[in-house]
């Protein structure tokens, strides 16, 4: 495959996953959207590292920054399969890779902005917004989930 038809494959899983997950969100976790989404999530993780196998120098700082991007919510989707929540005993366990994987993808993702050209360069400022708020909310749900509580 030519280096245009792996940057559409990535980018079109991309936005695939954030129409699903936006989706998702609208029907209240409806259990076909959520998984549809952690599938075409995977699958654009997938293109993203198949893209740094095959065409190592064309795709390589933006397959990076979809893979650091895909990486953290990879990370949420499993938490949320296996689902861990203010009960759960190994919810801590859970939020350590999650703020790892977090805070590498921003590295990354910053990283990457510096070596695209063009358009391609908004694509790893929407990565870091959208990370901004995924973080923002999960640093919130953790406070919460330690917040001692009467019951």
């Not at 795709?59 to 989707?77: C, G, H």
């Not at 994987?101 to 590295?107: L, P, R």
């Not at 990457?112 to 400022?125: I, Q």
């Amino acid at each position: 495959m030519s280096a245009r038809q792996w940057v559409w494959i990535n980018l079109g899983g991309v936005f695939a996953f954030g129409l699903f997950f936006v989706l998702s969100l609208i029907t209240r976790g409806h259990t076909a959207f959520v998984v549809l989404t952690e599938i075409i999530g995977l699958a654009a993780l997938g293109f993203a590292i198949a893209a740094i196998i095959y065409r190592k120098k064309d795709l390589r700082w933006l397959a990076i920054s979809i893979i650091s991007y895909m990486t953290p919510w990879l990370v949420f989707a499993i938490g949320h399969e296996a689902g861990v929540n203010a009960s759960s005993t190994l919810k801590g366990l859970w939020f350590f890779p999650f703020y790892i994987t977090i805070i590498a993808g921003m590295f990354f993702i910053k990283r990457s902005y510096h070596y695209l050209e063009g358009l391609f360069k908004l694509l790893p400022a929407f990565f870091l917004f959208f990370h901004s708020i995924l973080l923002l909310y999960m640093i919130a749900l953790h406070i919460w989930w330690v917040l001692p509580f009467q019951s």
